[in-house]
């Protein structure tokens, strides 16, 4: 199977198609590399994809430690796939947790960087209710350890993020949940616990996000209550961002609305490449 190697040692599954200039297909928690397949079918026609299992996601190694699933970790993971694989620089699709990385790559190392899309980003980072969620996220790492991972699928299916998929839906929902439910308990539990529990919310990085030059693409779901605010938030400080609302729409982007998701995501890379995507026109902001 391929893989790349991080530098703790993780074994990264990732799959690949096409050719052209790269793109970095980053996951949500409750998914996998197996989700960007609509993604990945598409975008091949002209790209060179590239999906990959996080750590804790099999087939990719579940480390043992707790402390080896930090923030930190998940965004260098994607620069130690691209460096496997000799790519300099990528354009960084990421849903939920994989829009965080994509966002930290872009802080922390924005030559990699080509563009970054950023959808369903944000949830759990209002300063106002930051300790509730982190504690929900603890609470959810111990359901993973004790009922295991089906019980947990059966448990969040109905999350309020979720239901518009479900609505849509049914079949792609119930394959969504289906393929969570295999998940491994322990990868996810300290996934939750190091990535979703520990990670700074985005409302404390104003300043450096204010000086990030990437092209960036904000997408949400008007039905995705949590990542509405923090998606306007990114949208007035990212300096070379746009931002679009899917209607109708919860927390599975790409996968609730395959067509519209491949559309925008195809239109913005055309253009940051064209260098058409540029940082905002000051004209253009009221004093």
Not at 268 to 284: H, M, Q
Request: hydrophobic content about 40%; overall charge negative.
């Amino acid at each position: 199977m391929p893989h790349a190697v991080t530098s703790d040692d993780v074994r990264l599954y990732f799959e690949e198609s096409g050719s052209g200039t790269p793109i970095l297909f980053l996951h949500e928690f409750a998914a996998d590399h197996t989700n960007w397949e609509p993604q990945m079918r598409y975008f091949s026609r002209g790209h060179r994809c590239i999906a990959y299992s996080a750590r804790g996601y099999t087939p990719s190694g579940v480390p043992a430690s707790p402390e080896a699933y930090s923030y930190r970790h998940f965004y260098t993971d994607a620069l130690a796939v691209l460096d496997h694989l000799g790519i300099e620089k990528a354009h960084f699709v990421g849903l939920s947790m994989g829009s965080y990385s994509s966002l930290q790559v872009a802080l922390n190392a924005p030559g990699r960087a080509l563009s970054i899309t950023l959808a369903g980003v944000g949830s759990g980072s209002g300063l106002d209710n930051l300790d509730t969620f982190r504690k929900t996220c603890r609470d959810t790492a111990e359901q993973f350890e004790t009922i295991g991972s089906a019980e947990v699928a059966k448990v969040t299916r109905e999350a309020p993020g979720r239901i518009p998929f479900l609505v849509k839906d049914p079949r792609g929902h119930a394959d969504f949940y289906a393929a969570l439910a295999r998940h491994d308990a322990k990868g996810s539990a300290n996934t939750m616990r190091g990535f979703q529990a520990g990670r700074p919310s985005i409302y404390t990085m104003t300043e450096a996000i204010r000086k990030v030059p990437t092209p960036a693409l904000i997408i949400c779901g008007d039905e995705d209550d949590s990542c509405v605010e923090p998606s306007l938030f990114l949208k007035k400080h990212l300096p070379a961002s746009g931002l679009t609302f899917f209607p109708k729409s919860g927390h599975v982007l790409n996968l609730e609305e395959p067509a519209l998701f491949n559309a925008m995501v195809e239109r913005f890379i055309a253009l940051a490449e064209a260098g058409r995507w540029n940082v905002r026109d000051p004209r253009s902001i009221l004093a």
